[in-house]
């Protein structure tokens, strides 16, 4: 059965520290895979997706993601994390032979002055 | 472009009332997707369409009703509402398949069922 995990449920950083935040999945098709960023009382954003191609990719707000097959992982970074990144995180998996994404249970991120 | 509107933002439903969720979309996605989310759990599709008139369930569509009468409006219906569906509920569209393409979601609908 298709399934995303986010083993971590909240992290806690200090401002200006780096930041990487964990996401396993497992898909028996060729993954299409999300991280999408809800800011508080606000809907999901999307900050980054990896459909082929080169393993790294940028997103928005300085965030980016490697794709690493072996491991079934598409972990989130960010060399230096702002107060203004305190959020939920959500990582979320497709496939081209589907219509629906399977979301993780999110990460809550907090930012420390 | 406003993209995905939601209304109410909040609401208080007392058990077995029935309330609609509206979900209107400006950018002429054909997907649609309603999906509620509770602590800890993410997210949870509810139902979803691929077009007007074409409804399908998700994840978990017990309790919920759909209709899809034009490419912009997915309202969600609540018959007999139960403190099991105190959450709040996102509506997302995407131009194609959801499973490939980007969702954009709507602000929200914080329901509370007492």
């Known amino acids: 059965a298709q399934s995303v995990t986010q083993p971590d449920i909240h992290i806690t950083v200090s401002e200006g520290a780096s930041l990487e935040l964990r996401c396993n999945y497992s898909?028996?098709?060729?993954?299409?895979l999300f991280w999408y960023v809800q800011s508080p009382g606000q809907g999901l954003q999307l900050l980054l997706k990896?459909?082929?191609?080169?393993?790294l990719v940028q997103g928005i707000k300085g965030f980016e993601a490697e794709f690493k097959r072996s491991q079934s992982s598409f972990n989130l970074r960010k060399p230096s994390v702002h107060w203004s990144d305190a959020a939920e995180y959500f990582c979320a998996v497709g496939a081209n032979n589907t219509d629906k994404l399977i979301f993780g249970t999110g990460t809550r991120l907090q930012v420390f002055p | 472009n406003a993209g995905v509107t939601q209304t109410p933002k909040f609401r208080i439903l007392k058990i077995g009332q029935s309330m609609t969720l509206q979900c209107t979309q400006d950018m002429n996605h054909n997907y649609m997707y309603w999906y509620r989310q509770d602590p800890g759990m993410g997210l949870k599709l509810i139902y979803y369409?691929?077009?007007?008139?074409?409804?399908d369930k998700g994840e978990v569509p017990n309790g919920y009703n759909v209709s899809r009468s034009t490419t912009e409006d997915f309202p969600l219906r609540l018959e007999l509402a139960a403190p099991s569906q105190t959450s709040v509920y996102f509506c997302?569209?995407?131009?194609?398949?959801?499973?490939?393409?980007?969702?954009?979601f709507g602000p929200g609908t914080r329901l509370t069922v007492t």
């Open positions: 990896y459909f082929s191609g080169d393993t």
């Open positions: 369409s691929v077009g007007a008139g074409i409804t």
């Open positions: 997302a569209s995407s131009h194609a398949g959801g499973g490939i393409y980007e969702q954009y």
């Open positions: 898909y028996g098709a060729t993954p299409y």
